[in-house]
């Protein structure tokens, strides 16, 4: 829909703060299948919860099989144009950032630094230590795995070490949480891009956007559950929508 396109255009060129909420649609463009359309990969087994996790080595050691098959479907995916545009808002000065539920690491690959992202579900290019947080490289993680057949544990503590990633059931990193926060009371603009808009907390964020005055666009192929409360939606490809975004000036 052109008329909605230029509407977009026009509302970001007028914005003070533009914030960008994304999800799963805006990396299928790079590869990685979104978790609820028709095939899902990720919906091919009942999801480990975090307290599954925990109690249970059998369920580690699944966990983590799952996730080095994944890691070798997708590996070396790279951003897309959805990706670059959300990068050149930043980089224009029109946007602090990207909120994004997405695990995947590729805004980070499109050229924003860690503190113009925030990660509501955490980061799966790395793990965590369950007891004491530190930092696992997923290299070293494996060839431990694969040589010992059990769910790694930590050198320093002897907790289990999972995946930097925030499962169903566990908690959400506080951190982010507050930043997603600020920006999104911040901001004029709230463009929410490629999620059903299903997961709470993180669909909060356009509504409480919305709710404090700011606009709230919603660009995805499919309905989403607050299409409704949206000034404007775009349906439609990711990539196509996005691209043109800020690309001159
Ligand atoms: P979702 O799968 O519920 O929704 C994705 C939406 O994106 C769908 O409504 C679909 O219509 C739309 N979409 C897909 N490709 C598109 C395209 N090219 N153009 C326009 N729209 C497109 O995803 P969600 O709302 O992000 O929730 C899933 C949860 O699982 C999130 O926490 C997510 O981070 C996680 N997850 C992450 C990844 C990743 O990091 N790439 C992949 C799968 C799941």
Redo the contacts with the bound molecule.
Sequence with gaps: DPAAASRLAEWVDASRVIVSF????????SG??????PG?P?LANRPIDFELFVSSEDARREAWRRKFTMDDLYRGAKPGRGHAALARLVHRGLSPGVI?????G?HQDSGLADDEIVE??GN?TYATCLGCGRRHELAAIRAEFEASGRAPRCVACGEPVKSATISFGQAMPEAAMQRAADWTLACDLFIAI??????YP??GFPQIAKRNGARLVI????P?ALDDVADLVLH????A?LGPLAATH
């Design positions: 994304t999800g799963a649609g805006i990396s299928t463009e990685i299948p979104d978790f609820r359309s899902s990720w994004t539920q997405n695990i995947d590729l509501l579900h799966g490629g999620s059903s808009l299903q997961v993180a669909a660009v995805n192929r499919d989403t439609g490809e990711i990539g929508i």
